[in-house]
């Protein structure tokens, strides 16, 4: 009588388990998967996907990151990227790496080169990045991944690619209607900045983990010039960045984590290995369980 008693909460404990198991490092990650997701400027663009090895689950939620470079370097196969996309998978995400057009290749992104410029360049990746959004929700069920848990990260320029993508669409594209059906549910930005903290609004407010220092040279971490260029400058133009941001999402009681590093500069872009174990259970609890929790950290 006891075993027949025992089995049926066994079967429940292990369903239990099956059902949060993208929360605990169960998993490694398989060999990365390329796909075309875009063909632009006679140039394909290639995203590459990291599943969890040996998970028959479906409706997986998925992190789909892109890496920076001042639109000019970079690669999905720089080694921190890549070792961060394995770390997702572990934990039971389908996570993928974004290539990209590079249209600043060889030629600059400071302040020599047009605000306009600089505008137009946002747009593109903005789109790129979008186009590959778009990509893997078409190719949900190939992938295993609920279009309905997806997480938008970036890195430097990446991250303000994926800042437009998500909040700036309205100012950025004359008719964003192809978009329409892609909902985030939740942002990660690693030093990034976005043109007008205006357009986030109700319907765009999105919950979002933040990492900048203060003193970052290259990307404001509040109000302020892009590379902090002179007023007269081609390429003066004013961004708001993750400070300015944070402050919109507490305004608009929208769940967000602001990491502050005093006086660093722009190597916070770089991948936060080091504080990933407070990152994931921010990921689960809001970003996939709606939870609201609005938190600023503050490293000296």
């Not at 689950?57 to 370097?73: D, K, S, Y």
């Not at 605000?115 to 893997?136: C, I, N, P, Q, S």
């Amino acid at each position: 009588m006891k075993l027949k008693f025992l089995l049926p909460l066994l079967f429940l404990s292990l369903f239990c388990k099956a059902q949060t198991r993208y929360i605990d490092d169960l998993f490694q990650p398989k060999k990365a998967i390329e796909k075309v997701y875009a063909t632009k400027d006679s140039e394909q663009l290639k995203l590459y996907v990291y599943e969890p090895k040996n998970d028959s689950a479906g409706n997986r939620p998925v992190i789909i990151f892109m890496h920076g470079g001042g639109f000019g370097v970079g690669s999905p196969h720089n080694p921190a990227e890549v070792k961060f996309a394995k770390e997702c998978a572990k934990k039971g995400y389908v996570a993928v790496q974004i290539g990209y057009r590079l249209t600043r290749k060889g030629k600059g992104f400071g302040c020599d080169y047009s605000a306009e410029g600089k505008r137009e360049t946002f747009k593109k990746a903005a789109e790129d990045y979008l186009d590959a959004v778009k990509y893997m929700i078409q190719h949900q069920e190939e992938f295993n991944i609920d279009p309905n848990q997806i997480i938008a990260g970036g890195s430097s320029a990446g991250a303000e690619a994926v800042l437009h993508a998500v909040y700036q669409q309205n100012l950025l594209f004359e008719d964003a209607s192809a978009y329409e059906n892609i909902k985030f549910s939740g942002l990660f930005s690693l030093a990034g900045a976005m043109l007008d903290v205006r357009y986030l609004n109700e319907k765009n407010a999105t919950p979002a983990v933040f990492f900048h220092g203060t003193a970052d040279n290259l990307v404001p971490y509040a109000t302020a010039p892009h590379h902090y260029c002179d007023k007269n400058a081609p390429g003066y133009l004013i961004l708001d960045g993750s400070k300015t941001i944070a402050e919109r999402l507490k305004q608009l009681e929208t769940s967000y984590l602001l990491y502050t590093f005093k006086e660093a500069k722009h190597e916070i872009s770089s991948i936060p290995f080091d504080y990933l174990d407070q990152v994931f259970p921010y990921f689960k609890e809001v970003f996939l369980e709606k939870k609201h929790i609005q938190s600023e950290v503050t490293i000296e």
